[in-house]
């Protein structure tokens, strides 16, 4: 059984850490665009900015990841494998934040996941 | 000056900081770079600057316009990265980045 190549679970990881982090800070903004105007503003602002500081650090986090992974692997190969994150952030908004997708937006996902898929599956056999 | 201008800027600087990362951690082909903190260093410059140009840019434009730009964007550092890297790209690699990128294209244009 062969080891999965450690700069695809590194890229991995980000990846996903990225996309958390886009969907961290989008719910700290529409938390924050919810209690905007009203008299309890000034106490209900701490859990958007601290939703925006943690969506930050994620996303340090997931830069640290990156860092790595581009150490091991073409940037070529990487780099649009990253696009995946698009498809991430789009289900994890359409089930966390109940937003609308419509077919045309769907098949954009899909076709994104197919090409990453087809990059990815072509170099598993070692990452150059 | 469109919105689109800074947008395509915002797209070519992220793709060359993506670059110059690879370049700083792993160099070019067999040899490693002779600077690689300096071209650390490029790569956050970069891809701050890439990151201020976007957000200043984007609420100025309608989306359906942003995503090719993204889209081109890994066409962009697939060809950086063969010319200034020395990457070999294979038809397959160019084929499934050209389907990401027609993907990516279809996520905008469906807005």
């Not at chain 1, 980000?14 to 924050?32: C, F, N, P, R, V």
């Not at chain 1, 089930?95 to 197919?114: C, M």
């Not at chain 2, 670059?19 to 002779?34: C, E, F, H, I, M």
Request: aromatic share 10%; proline share 4%; glycine share 10%.
């Amino acid at each position: 059984m062969s080891v999965v190549p450690r700069a695809e679970i590194l890229a991995v990881a980000s990846i996903l850490l990225g996309a958390i982090a886009q969907l961290t800070m989008k719910g700290a903004l529409l938390l924050w665009g919810a209690h905007h105007g009203k008299p309890e503003f000034a106490l209900s602002m701490a859990r958007p900015a601290a939703g925006m500081l943690l969506g930050l650090l994620i996303y340090a986090t997931g830069t640290l990841f990156w860092l790595k992974a581009v150490a091991r692997a073409s940037i070529s190969y990487l780099y649009p494998l990253s696009a995946a994150s698009y498809a991430l952030v789009a289900v994890g908004g359409h089930f966390l934040f109940r937003e609308r997708i419509e077919a045309g937006r769907w098949i954009g996902i899909a076709v994104i996941t197919l090409g990453v898929a087809l990059l990815a599956l072509k170099n598993l056999g070692g990452s150059e | 000056m469109t919105p689109l201008v800074p947008l395509a800027g915002s797209v070519a600087l992220n793709a060359a900081a993506q670059v110059a990362l690879r370049y700083s951690t792993a160099g070019r082909g067999n040899r490693p770079a002779k600077l690689p903190r300096l071209w650390l260093g490029v790569w956050a410059l970069s891809f701050c600057l890439a990151t201020l140009l976007w957000l200043a840019a984007i609420r100025q434009t309608d989306i359906s316009y942003a995503y090719p730009l993204l889209g081109a964007g890994y066409v962009l550092v697939t060809l950086l990265a063969k010319w200034f890297l020395s990457e070999r790209i294979s038809a397959w690699r160019w084929i499934s980045i050209l389907v990401i990128t027609a993907g990516v294209v279809m996520v905008g244009v469906n807005r």
